[in-house]
């Protein structure tokens, strides 16, 4: 079982930077492929990054070239660095963990509100 708690979300200014983080514990996260998704209101969740094990990345279109997926196996954390932010970047932001399906776990979440 792992928990995952997300932090560094808050208000932000469009064109500004915030960097979150997610904390587990239970089990180490070095064998995981871990990502980050989010939920605008009113809308889906939909993924946003991850990286695997071995540490390739993959981004969604929309905030390619703005944030930076990365991890530290030795403290547990992913965080995502968050640049040029957008407001419609305005959404929770969810920390996965996954190996399949009966591994699959998520965080409680993290607001981050861009504002025009």
């Known amino acids: 079982q792992v928990q995952l708690v997300e932090s560094g979300g808050g208000v932000v200014q469009a064109g500004g930077s915030l960097r979150l983080s997610c904390a587990a514990s239970g089990s180490s996260l070095s064998t995981y492929r871990m990502g980050w998704y989010r939920r605008a209101p009113g809308k889906q969740r939909e993924w946003v990054a991850n990286m695997s094990p071995r540490g390739s990345t993959n981004y969604a279109d929309s905030v390619k070239g703005r944030f930076t997926i990365s991890r530290d196996n030795t403290k547990n954390n992913v965080y995502l660095q968050m640049n040029s932010l957008k407001p419609e970047d305005t959404a929770v932001y969810y920390c996965?963990?996954?190996?399949?399906?009966?591994?699959?776990?998520w965080g409680q979440g993290t607001q981050v509100t861009v504002s025009s």
């Open positions: 996965n963990a996954w190996i399949g399906s009966t591994r699959d776990y």
